[in-house]
C-alpha cells in the first residue's frame, strides 16, 4: 500500500468527513423538542424514529467500518470459512421479528431506557439487573475499540501516520454526540449508509472486470489456498458444525448488545420493527458481495502488511485517487455512527442500572442526561486509550470474549417476555456459569472462538459462546427446579 499522503483522496475525505461533522452538530435541532436534557430525548431520540430512519441507524450500527475492514480480511484469510457472517445477518432478522417488537412494547409501556431496566422491572432484583448491565458495558468496550481500528485503518492508507488523525476524529465524534445524543447518527447514517453502498457497489462492479472476471478471481484465490495449504473457496466437511454455530450464536448475540438494542428502543412502534426486520436483510447482500473482496484480493496479488488492508489496497490500487478517498471516508464515517450508539447505550446502562440505582436514586431526567453525556465520553476515551496504548491484538480478544458475555444475557432478557417460569436466582446462576465458563473454554483454547465438543462418539468444533448458553440455559433450569420461588413484586407483576 501506499505511504506517501494521498493529495486527492486526502481532500474527497476530508469534504466528507466535514460534511457529516457538521451534519452531527445540525442533528441537535433535527425535530428538536423543547429540551434534549432527558434519556428520552438525548439517549433514543424521542422514541420516534420511523421506518426509514431506524432502517438506516440499526445498518449503520450493525455493519460498521470494521465490519467493511474484517470481512473481506477473513475471507481473504480463510476463504469460505470467512462467510459465517452471512448466514448470520440471515437468521437475525427473524428472530428480531418475532422478538423485538414484544421487547419494544414492554420499554414504551414502563418507559424503560435498557435492557437492566427490563429485567429489574420483569424480576425485581438488583443483583440480575447489575450483572447484565456490567456485561453490556464491557461487551460494548471492545466494540468501539474496533470501529476506531476500522478507522485507523482507513486514515494509514491515506498516508497519515501517527495516532493525531484518530484523536481528531474521535474529538469531533466526542462532541457531537454530547451536544446532539442519538440524533446524531441517526441522522449521519442516511450519508454513511448510501456511501458504502456506492464504493461496495462500484468495487464488485469494476474490480473483477480489471483481474479477468469472476471466474478468474475464485480461480486465483483456490490456487492461493492450495498454495498456502489452508483455506478454501469451499466449505470443508469439517467445518460443517463449526460455521453453523458461529452463525447461530452470533445471531442470537447481535440484538443483545446495548447499541443494536437502542436503535429498538428507539423506534416509534411494533410496527417499524417488523417492517425492518423486513427490510434489514438488504444489507445481507451489501454484505455477501463485500465479502468476495476477499477473493479479489488473491487475484489482485496485493502485498499485504496486514490482511485488515485488503480493502483499502484494492482502492488504492485498482481506482483512481479521489474515489479511493471517497470509500476512505465511507469506512471512517461507518465508524463514527456505530461508535456513537455504542457510547450511547453504555452511558444510558451506567447512568439507569448504576448511578440511579446505587449513587443517586432521587436523580431527575435532567441530571440522568447530564450522566449519560459524561458517560459516554469516558466510554470513548477508553476505547481510544485502548487503541493508542495497548497491540490491536488485545481489542481482537476482547470483542471475541465480548459477544460470548453478552450471549449470556439473553435468557435473563427474552425469557421473561414469555415466560414468568425462570426466577431471578436461576437466571444469574446460569450467567455466572456462562460467563465464568464459557471464558475458562475460550482462554484455555488460546482466545479462539471454537472449542472441540466431544459426546461419545460425535467430535466437532462448535461456537464457543452457544456451548456456554446451553450450559446457561441448563443450570438456570436445574436452580429453577430446586430453588424455591420468590414473591414475585408489584413491578414485577406490572411487566
Do not use: C
Amino acid at each position: 500500500m501506499k505511504t506517501e499522503l494521498d493529495i486527492p483522496a486526502v481532500a474527497v475525505f476530508l469534504f466528507f468527513f466535514a460534511l457529516v461533522t457538521v451534519m452531527g452538530f445540525v442533528a441537535s435541532k433535527w425535530r428538536r423538542p423543547k429540551t434534549l436534557a432527558s434519556l428520552d430525548e438525548w439517549g433514543l431520540g424521542g422514541r420516534q424514529f420511523g421506518t426509514w430512519i431506524t432502517w438506516f441507524l440499526v445498518g449503520g450500527d450493525f455493519y460498521t467500518a470494521y465490519t467493511v475492514i474484517a470481512v473481506p480480511a477473513l475471507v481473504y484469510s480463510v476463504g469460505a470459512y470467512g462467510f459465517f457472517a452471512l448466514p448470520y445477518t440471515i437468521l437475525v432478522y427473524p428472530i428480531v421479528f418475532m422478538v423485538m417488537p414484544r421487547l419494544w412494547q414492554v420499554v414504551k409501556d414502563n418507559g424503560y431506557v435498557t435492557a437492566a431496566d427490563v429485567v429489574h422491572g420483569r424480576y425485581g432484583s438488583r443483583m440480575l439487573e447489575a450483572a447484565v448491565a456490567i456485561t453490556g458495558v464491557v461487551a460494548t468496550m471492545p466494540y468501539i475499540a474496533l470501529q476506531l481500528i476500522g478507522m485507523a485503518t482507513a486514515v494509514k492508507a491515506l498516508g497519515f501516520e501517527g495516532e493525531l488523525p484518530l484523536i481528531a476524529a474521535f474529538v469531533v465524534l466526542a462532541l457531537y454526540t454530547y451536544s446532539s445524543g442519538l440524533r446524531a447518527p441517526a441522522l449521519i447514517a442516511f450519508v454513511k449508509d448510501i456511501m458504502i453502498y456506492i464504493a461496495v457497489i462500484a468495487a464488485v462492479s469494476v474490480i473483477p472486470g480489471k483481474l479477468g472476471g469472476y471466474a478468474a478471481v475464485f480461480d486465483a484465490a483456490d490456487q492461493a489456498f492450495k498454495a498456502k495449504g489452508s483455506g478454501s473457496i469451499l466449505l470443508q466437511p469439517g467445518q460443517y458444525v463449526a460455521y453453523a454455530t458461529l452463525a447461530l450464536g452470533s445471531a442470537l448475540a447481535a440484538f443483545m448488545y446495548p447499541h443494536t438494542l437502542t436503535g429498538i428502543f428507539a423506534s416509534k412502534s411494533a410496527t417499524t420493527i417488523r417492517k425492518n426486520a423486513v427490510l434489514l436483510p438488504a444489507y445481507t447482500l451489501m454484505l455477501g458481495l463485500l465479502a468476495l473482496l476477499g477473493y479479489m484480493g488473491h487475484a489482485a496479488k496485493l502485498k499485504l502488511a496486514s490482511n485488515n488492508d485488503v480493502v483499502p489496497a484494492l482502492f488504492q490500487t485498482l481506482f483512481p485517487s479521489w474515489f479511493a478517498g471517497f470509500a476512505f471516508a465511507a469506512i471512517a464515517i461507518g465508524a463514527l455512527v456505530p461508535a456513537a450508539v455504542m457510547s450511547i447505550g453504555a452511558a444510558n446502562l451506567f447512568t439507569r442500572n448504576f448511578w440511579k440505582a446505587y449513587v443517586n436514586p432521587q436523580v431527575d431526567t435532567a441530571g440522568e442526561a447530564a450522566v449519560a453525556k459524561i458517560a459516554s465520553l469516558v466510554v470513548k476515551v477508553g476505547a481510544l486509550l485502548v487503541i493508542i496504548y495497548l497491540p490491536t491484538q488485545f481489542a481482537l480478544d476482547l470483542q471475541l470474549l465480548g459477544g460470548l458475555w453478552i450471549l449470556q444475557t439473553l435468557p435473563a432478557l427474552i425469557f421473561g417476555l414469555f415466560t414468568r417460569w425462570f426466577t431471578a436466582p436461576a437466571l444469574l446462576a446460569g450467567w455466572v456459569v456462562g460467563l465464568f465458563g464459557g471464558t475458562y473454554l475460550a482462554w484455555t483454547d488460546g482466545l479462539k472462538p471454537l472449542h472441540l465438543l466431544s459426546i461419545g462418539s460425535f467430535q466437532a468444533m462448535v461456537y464457543v459462546g452457544l456451548i456456554a448458553l446451553v450450559v446457561n440455559i441448563a443450570v438456570a433450569m436445574l436452580v429453577n427446579l430446586v430453588v424455591p420461588k420468590p414473591v414475585v413484586t408489584a413491578e414485577a407483576a406490572s411487566t
